[in-house]
Each structure stands twice: as C-alpha cells, then as structure tokens.
C-alpha cells in the first residue's frame, strides 16, 4: 500500500509531466490541494527509525564504490566512525 508520500508524489509527477491531459493535471491539483495541505506532506520514512545495520551497510558501500567522490567516502568514513 503506498504512503501518502508517495501519492503525492504521484500528483506531484503528473502535474509535471507533459504527456498528461489539462484535466489530468487539474484533478491532481484539486487532491494535493484538498487532500495533502497543496502537496506538503513529510518524505516517505521521514516518521520511521532507519535500521542501523542498513545505513552502515550503505556507507561501507559508499567506501567501496570507484564512482563516488573522496569527498563523499569522507563523510560516510567520518559518520560510520560515529556511529
């Protein structure tokens, strides 16, 4: 079941998106407008505890990865070192 972030994040896309009809976009806007406070809602996982073990997984990743920055191992270093 989608969250309501994700809903209007739904809304949000297709107000954006080109190939949608007028009609489209104005029943999304109607709803963000009515239903999300005009698509102001928290990010998905915003309101739950993130697991630990999977947020230093990520970072030892970041480590790894050839493709990030040294800037960006650098802070995943200095976090998992605080962690």
């Known amino acids: 079941m989608p969250t309501e972030a994700q809903i209007a994040g739904g ?34 996982g915003d309101t739950e ?3 630990p073990g999977n947020v230093a997984g990520g970072l030892k990743a970041t480590l790894k990865n050839p493709n990030v920055s040294d800037e960006a191992k650098q802070s995943a270093k200095d976090r998992l070192d605080n962690m």
Do not use: R, W
């Open 49 to 51: 505890d993130k697991n």
């Open 11 to 44: 809304h949000k896309a297709n107000l954006n998106n080109p190939n949608t009809s007028q009609e489209a976009k104005d029943h999304s806007k109607a709803v963000l407008e009515n239903e999300f406070n005009g698509g102001n809602v928290p990010k998905s």
